[in-house]
């Protein structure tokens, strides 16, 4: 069992041949170009990019540095350069699907307050054509205006 | 002295026309506003036809987001006192007038209508709650007696009135998930004086509770996070302090 041990400790896990290290590569350029691709055309905002270019840099650094990926191990002190990759990948994602958790609440707010700003300007809108029959609009900007909060 | 009663609504088309003629019936003095929160029935025509002013939001933003809505409106059209009810009738207007006497009295900032007489004490006519919503009242009365060390009964009552201070509280900080519990919450911390008065509900005249016995045990789970979290939001002396960054959302654009 010990001896197991040793001998997978002594053994890099991880062999890159020349050619995966290339497909790698390849990959990671075309991501940020896509990346890119996304911000010319609108549909991905610079602010949201940042964390998409950080990502695929890293994949291109692991790429082209193949002994970058055992010395994160070794300083993470996990013998499987296989699990350091995976724990640094999972806690990425983690954080990230956090982080937009954290956009999407800021911006159900947002909605929110979006779709009761348009509902008051309705019944005010209502109030002051007096189509409620009831009491004609006694109230108008003046008092909306003179209370601080609004 | 301005006052606004506020219906939150959502598809209530059967109901609101009676409610919001009760409302006039017993407090003719008062303008009526009702929160139409999306609904895909005739509820905001109705509430029209019946004399109201509807405030209609473009889609459902459930019973928190309505309720803000309210508390918004009563704080800009600078009313001073407002109190809200539901649409489906099971609130008497009698009971919101006696709720608001409170708060024109200033003996509270906000005043809760509860369904529960003491206990032990209920008659035979009496509002019936089922089993499933009797576990989850009494676990968040326990739970929200222990968070504010003040004794509720009612935690989930939405027959509330309420004065400026108030209004200038929920329409900033105002949980659109769990509305009732945690508005609670927030106000005894924020050091607002709340009042429960005991009062008299009656069976729904329309719709139907959204409570299913798996809802209760998620509605349960999620109102008990509601209230740990709200134990450690700041703490401020003063009401309307500092709103949160997503109260504060809307404003900041």
Redesign the interface.
Known sequence: MTGLLAAVSEEPTVHLTSQTRILAAIIAVAFMLMILELIRRDRLQERFSVVWFIAGLGMLAGAIFPGLLAGVADVMGVRDTNVALFSIILLLLLGLALNFSVIM??Q???I?????????E???E??RSG?????PSV?GAA??K??P?? | MRTLVFIPAWNEADSVATVIAGVREHLPEVDLLVVDDGSSDETAARAAEAGATVAALPFNQGLGAALQTGYLYALREGYDFCAHLDADGQHPPAEVARLLEEVRADRADLVIGSRYREPGEAKSDDYRPTLSRRIGTSVFRFFLTLATRQRFTDTTSGMRAANRRVMRLFSENYSPDFAEIESLQLAVRQGLRVEEVPVRMLERVGGSSFLTPVHSAFFIFKGLVVLLVGQFRPRNGEAGGEPGPLGKAGVEQ
């Open positions: 609440s800021r159900a707010a947002q929110t307050r979006l779709a009761q700003e348009r509902a008051l309705k019944a005010r209502q109030t189509e409620n029959g009831g009491e109230r008092t909306a003179d209370d909060d609004g």
